[in-house]
């Protein structure tokens, strides 16, 4: 089964930044719309953004439009989610996730692949 590998989260002041990393040995992202999901403790988790493999189309989720940007370096089959301002709310872990191009809900919803998950902690 073919994981993606979620990197760069931690603990942050309210109002600080976190940028994380997504990859996945042996599938080219490329081919992928890609998503980032989060899940809070005791809460549902939930879609924050996502992205088709030309960057052209993106999602945001409105409680984050704004504060977080979500990007990919094909060739380093990379993608990105730079998160600022953060706020406590926006504690959890932060999943990737690839779904086929088209519809942005198999990402988000559905995916074909996901990662383990990288906690982030917004706290003073």
């Known amino acids: 089964q073919v994981k993606l590998v979620e990197s760069g989260g931690g603990l942050v002041q309210p109002g600080g930044s976190l940028t994380l990393s997504c990859t996945a040995p042996?599938?080219?992202?490329?081919?992928?719309?890609i998503g980032w999901l989060r899940q809070a403790s005791g809460k549902e988790r939930e879609g924050v953004s996502c992205q088709e493999p030309s960057g052209a189309n993106t999602y945001y989720a409105a409680s984050v439009e704004g504060r977080f940007t979500i990007s990919r370096d094909n060739a380093k089959n990379m993608v990105y989610l730079q998160m600022d301002n953060l706020k406590p709310e926006d504690t959890g872990v932060y999943f990737c996730?690839?779904?086929?191009?088209?519809?942005?809900?198999?990402?988000?919803?559905?995916?074909?692949?996901w990662g383990q998950g990288t906690q982030v902690t917004v706290s003073s």
């Open positions: 042996g599938l080219s992202l490329a081919n992928y719309n």
């Open positions: 996730a690839a779904g086929p191009v088209g519809s942005f809900y198999y990402a988000l919803h559905e995916p074909h692949f």
